[in-house]
């Protein structure tokens, strides 16, 4: 096990710049060392010779290395040398001495042979030494340190060559609990159910066993992002006491070839000695994405490896090995197929984003930390925050808490709540975006197009509010609560296409041309025609048929259909858009002088809520399943508080 636990050291940081540093320093280092000169060996006789022929200005004796130079005048050099022979440049001439030349040099002088300077020399070479190894050390630093770059061994400082192979997980055990319990995870009863079987897998294991059951190898957490995967995977840890290997799937990939395998059996190997303990790979596509068909074309080979690694780890250990493997990811479909089979990920556990019920325990989860007042409706903010994931939800009550401290309030309000959901959808408000009258007028009939038809339309999403202060990139904006319903019929479609296409109707008819405000609806109403032609065949002319493929896969480039069913398709598209259209434009000549008033009321207010629709329209006639399904929950509430009916009477 690396030490990756460990509290990071305070050291200097190593980084690329240093490497520049040292090269320069290396270079100048090499500049003053050498000299500049040139030289030219020669016998002590001849060196002699020289001297007594006054060629010789400077003798350095180098005792220790046993060598003499002397520095040549210019005629002697000129001879020595030749052409290649310069003034700039030192000519010397060196020969091998024996211990007691000084004493010689100093006969010299005595009988007047030689009356030049003498320098004693004790230089140990260094200079040389360095220079014959100095390019070498270089090399093999530099090399380290790109090998530590590339295993990220900076971190922690614990990495270096010789660790690339060894697993990055990080270990959570006694030492350094993990403190996320169950209780910490709302919603979600069906994987938590499933979830709490394994850690009671872990906690007595015999129990199993003694039946003849084996204990699964491993589950696949499968969801969106934020709906609180690895939350339930920390729990698991911290529920059964046991050691929590976390790693992602991408730590096992590396630009080195096999280093991934390697990782694999590293953590399988830490896992077998700490068993029972669970294993947690998150973002598991990452290594387990389907290995290529065609083994010459563009597939990763390392990738492959990596996951052949884990495929037969996983086959490797027996079932009763107490290494229970959890993991994670948004993508099950992109999965290899081997790793799914029974017996490796024996439990698919589908984590699916909060319903309301759901949504409410979730902030009721988040809200404990927060200082509230009393006026927060926690059911309204659930309601209000249809196809939020929990990491959503999360986040609002941060943002919640922000706003309000912004604002310098003792406890976070119910206002600061819709704020920060508000945000969360749509982006920054942007008052200070400039909007002419006309434009402003112009966004008010449109966006009061949406509310009308909406509210007149059965199905279409009950609305919350309507604004037209720029936010986000839009320009106006309307809130809707979408139903909690798991299938969605044909009407309702349609009914959600009319009341998108409203905004674009009323503009046609109160304003008498079009404008590209309506361009983002447009583009949603296509995408929903040619889903209800293409995908669940719900259109006249083509009933029953869907061309939509769940494994993401088999059609490539092709179009499983002819050119002519092709315009079939364009034409039925076209027309489910017209008639939805007319219709719009029909419900919004109907409530033409209500439509009127709800624009003049945005344009002086900007905002508008369900109330201000209600006071021109009336109620609306039909109740939204969400109400019923609160409803159906309050009724639970007290009916629980009740005695049951039929409970015999007490005794006297
Ligand atoms: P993922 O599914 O992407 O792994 P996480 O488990 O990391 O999501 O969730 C991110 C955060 O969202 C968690 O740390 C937690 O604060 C919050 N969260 C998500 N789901 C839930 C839930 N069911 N209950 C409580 N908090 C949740």
Redesign the pocket.
């Known amino acids: 096990m690396q030490p990756n636990n460990k509290k990071p050291k305070k050291t200097i940081k190593f980084s690329f710049y240093w490497m520049y540093a040292i090269i320069l320093i290396f270079l100048i280092g090499m500049y003053y060392l050498d000299n500049n000169s040139m030289t030219k060996e020669v016998s002590f006789n001849e060196f002699e010779q020289y001297v007594q022929n006054g060629g010789i200005k400077k003798i350095i004796i180098y005792e220790n290395k046993g060598i003499a130079t002397g520095a040549v005048t210019d005629s002697l050099g000129e001879a020595l040398f030749g052409k290649n022979y310069s003034k700039d440049v030192e000519a010397l001439i060196e020969t091998e001495v024996s211990r007691n030349f000084d004493q010689i040099v100093q006969k010299w002088k005595d009988e007047g042979k030689y009356n030049g300077i003498v320098a004693p020399n004790n230089d140990s070479g260094w200079g040389s030494i360095l220079w014959s190894i100095g390019p070498i050390l270089l090399l093999i630093g530099f090399w380290i340190f790109m090998m530590r770059r590339m295993s990220g061994g900076a971190s922690g400082g614990s990495g270096g060559i010789f660790n690339v192979g060894k697993s990055k997980a990080q270990i959570f055990d006694k030492d350094n609990a993990i403190k996320v319990t169950f209780q ?5 009863s069906e994987a938590k159910t499933e979830i709490e079987e394994i850690v009671e897998f872990l906690k007595n294991p015999q129990r199993y066993t003694e039946l003849g059951g084996k204990i699964p190898k491993g589950a696949l957490l499968v ?1 969106p ?8 995977a920390k729990a698991v840890a911290g529920e059964a006491n046991v050691p929590f290997f976390s790693m992602s799937g991408s730590d096992f990939v590396e630009m080195f070839v096999g280093v991934g395998a390697s990782r694999v059996r590293d953590l399988f190997r830490q896992a077998k000695e700490k068993s029972p303990c669970i294993v947690f790979i ?1 973002e598991i596509d990452a290594v387990g994405r389907a290995r290529g068909k065609n083994p010459n074309m563009g597939a990763n080979d390392e990738r492959e490896n990596t996951l052949n690694q884990l495929l037969t780890e996983m086959d490797g250990f027996g079932s009763n090995s107490g290494v229970i493997i959890l993991a ?1 990811t ?1 993508r099950a479909d992109i999965l290899d197929k081997a790793l799914l089979r029974a017996g490796r990920f024996d439990r698919q556990i589908y ?1 699916e984003l ?1 319903d309301l019920n ?1 949504r409410i325990a ?1 902030f009721n ?2 809200l404990k930390n927060i200082k509230m007042s009393n006026d927060v409706d926690v059911e309204l903010l659930a309601r209000q925050t249809p196809g939020f ?3 959503d ?2 986040n609002v009550c941060n943002e919640a808490a922000l706003i309000a401290a912004r604002h310098k309030k003792d406890s976070v309000e119910r206002q600061d709540f819709i704020d920060a959901v508000d945000r969360i959808i749509g982006g920054l408000e942007k008052k200070s975006k400039i909007t002419t009258d006309e434009e402003k007028r112009s966004i008010a009939i449109h966006e009061a197009g949406h509310a009308v038809t909406s509210w007149h339309l059965q199905y279409a999403n009950p609305l919350i509010k309507v604004t037209i202060v720029p936010r986000g990139k839009a320009l106006g904006a309307a809130w809707y609560l979408p139903e909690e319903r798991q299938i969605t019929t044909v009407q309702a479609i349609l009914d959600e296409i009319c009341s998108t296409l409203g905004g674009r109707a009323a503009e046609e008819l109160f304003l008498g041309h079009i404008s590209t405000g309506a361009a983002n609806d447009l583009e949603r109403v296509t995408k929903q025609a040619y889903a209800m032609v293409v995908y669940y065949g719900m259109s006249s002319r083509l009933p029953n048929i869907s061309y939509y493929d769940s494994t993401g896969q088999s059609y490539g480039f092709t179009k499983p259909y002819s050119e002519e069913r092709a315009k079939l398709i364009d034409e039925e598209v076209s027309l489910i858009i017209s008639e939805q259209y007319e219709r719009a434009k029909d419900l919004l000549r109907q409530y033409a002088a209500g439509h009127k008033e709800l624009a003049e009321l945005l344009i002086t207010r900007e905002v508008i809520f369900t109330e201000d629709v209600e006071k021109i329209f009336g109620k609306r006639k039909w109740t939204s399943r969400t109400d019923e399904i609160l409803a159906a929950k309050e009724a639970e509430k007290t009916q629980s508080e009740l005695p049951p009916a039929n409970m015999p009477p007490l005794p006297e």
Not at 184 to 188: C, E, F, I, R
């Open positions: 910490d995870v709302a919603g979600l969801g992002p934020g709906t609180g995967k690895t939350l339930l998150d994670a948004n984590v909060p759901d979730i989860v988040h994931s929990g990491a939800i999360a």
